[in-house]
Structures are given as structure tokens and as C-alpha cells.
């Protein structure tokens, strides 16, 4: 089975800190993506990684950067945490192939204070 | 740009049917995505969805029409586990979806 996981499962900031939420994943997939969940918006894709070290801005980039260094970790940052970051971040990966299924992870609840 | 819409909330009774509409105004398509996710809980795939037509999978049926941008998620026989929200993916150029706000459906006795 494809397992996604994800650092925490909650987390409380203060704004202004410096935030890393990390996902790793044990398939060897190619892709990882972070996207935020709110109430009425669905899901908005921050960003995602095709290949280490590669990194493309998705709908909502600002405010947050990513890093992915090895295969299996990417990494999201919040530089300067402020109120309205306050979501449900999700992770997710998949195989190289557009067709292949998103496997997620169980998703970090981040409140800023 | 992307516009994917679906209901709100829907609500069925246990052993019915129901239908959950989605369409799509994107520019680019590759595919259509239902994912199921319950309460708390990470989205899970259901059904991909590249050609018109409809694709049967147990009691999930999902069905494309690319010229009219409209899909649907078919449930049948429904169970009160199948109470969770529905979500409509699109996908684009570059391996990127774009998600609807998803459709939460609740199933009573």
C-alpha cells in the first residue's frame, strides 16, 4: 500500500514564525504535491514537484515556499506565518503519468495565532 | 483559467441512489478525477474518467461528456458509510488538478 505521511496532524503558530510542515512518501513516486483545504474552496494546489530539487507554483504560491531534496520528502514553509494560513494543509503523490491516482496524506490542521 | 462546479450538500436515503453533478469550464483537459473523502479524513480515489462514456465500478459509477464539460458520480444501493464529501478533480496541462469545492452527502436511515 502507498503510505503518505505527514509530520503532524496538528499544529498552532504564532504569527510571523517560521513554519515546516514535511511529507514523505515510500513508493518512489516522481510527483508530490501540497494543496490547502477550506471550507467552501475545495482544495488549492500550492504547489508541486515533479523530480528532486524541481518545483512548480501551483494556484496559491504566495506566502509559502517548498523544498524537495530527496525523492521521498517535500517539504512545505511558511517564511512569515500569518492569520489567514490558518487551513488543512494535504500532501500528495503519485507516479510520473498524469493518469496516475493522487495518494494523500492524512492532512496537517496549522492555526495561526 | 478553471471553474469547476458541484452542489454544495446533498442529502439520500440509505439504498437509494444519488447523483453528484460536476461540471468544468478549464482550459486543458487531461482527465476527470472523483475522490471521495469522509470527515477528518485524506481524500481517496474513486474513478478517473479521460473518454466520454461511463465507467462502472461496483456500487460508483462516473460518467464524462467532454464536449458539454460535465460529469457525474453515480451511487447505488447506498450505505450510510458513504456519508462524506464528493470531490470533482480536473486535470490540466503539467500534471496539476484543479478541485471543485466538493459536494457533502449525507445519507440517512
Known amino acids: 500500500d502507498v503510505k503518505v505521511t505527514q509530520s503532524s496532524r496538528y499544529l498552532v503558530k504564532r504569527t510571523g514564525e517560521k513554519v515546516f510542515l514535511e511529507c514523505v512518501q515510500d513508493?518512489?513516486?516522481?510527483?508530490m504535491f501540497w494543496y490547502r483545504q477550506d471550507p467552501g474552496l475545495g482544495l488549492r494546489l500550492i504547489y508541486f514537484?515533479?523530480?528532486?530539487?524541481?518545483?512548480e507554483k501551483g494556484d496559491i504560491p504566495e506566502g509559502y515556499s517548498v523544498s524537495r531534496e530527496k525523492k521521498e520528502r517535500f517539504s512545505l514553509i511558511l517564511e512569515s506565518a500569518s492569520t489567514n494560513q490558518t487551513s488543512m494543509y494535504l500532501c500528495?503523490?503519485?507516479?510520473?503519468?498524469?493518469?496516475?491516482?493522487?495518494?494523500f496524506g492524512p492532512g496537517t490542521r496549522l492555526l495561526v495565532l | 483559467g478553471q471553474n469547476i462546479d458541484q452542489p454544495t450538500e446533498m442529502t439520500a436515503t440509505e439504498g437509494a441512489i444519488v447523483q453528484i453533478n460536476c461540471t468544468y469550464q478549464?482550459?486543458?483537459?487531461?482527465?476527470l478525477f472523483w475522490y471521495q473523502q469522509h470527515a477528518g479524513e485524506a481524500p481517496t480515489f474513486l474513478s478517473y474518467?479521460?473518454?466520454?462514456g461511463l465507467e462502472e465500478k461496483g456500487r460508483f459509477s462516473s460518467f464524462l461528456s467532454r464536449s458539454k464539460g460535465y460529469s457525474y458520480l453515480l451511487l447505488k444501493e447506498l450505505q450510510m458509510k458513504d456519508s462524506a464529501s464528493y470531490l470533482c478533480?480536473?486535470?490540466?496541462?503539467?500534471?496539476?488538478?484543479?478541485f471543485g469545492g466538493g459536494t457533502r452527502l449525507m445519507v440517512k436511515p
Open positions: 500528495a503523490s503519485s507516479l510520473e503519468d498524469f493518469q496516475e491516482t493522487q495518494y
Open positions: 513508493m518512489d513516486h516522481e510527483n
Open positions: 514537484s515533479y523530480d528532486v530539487k524541481m518545483k
Open positions: 478549464t482550459s486543458g483537459f487531461n482527465g
Open positions: 474518467n479521460v473518454l466520454d
Open positions: 478533480a480536473v486535470g490540466n496541462a503539467g500534471n496539476m488538478l484543479t
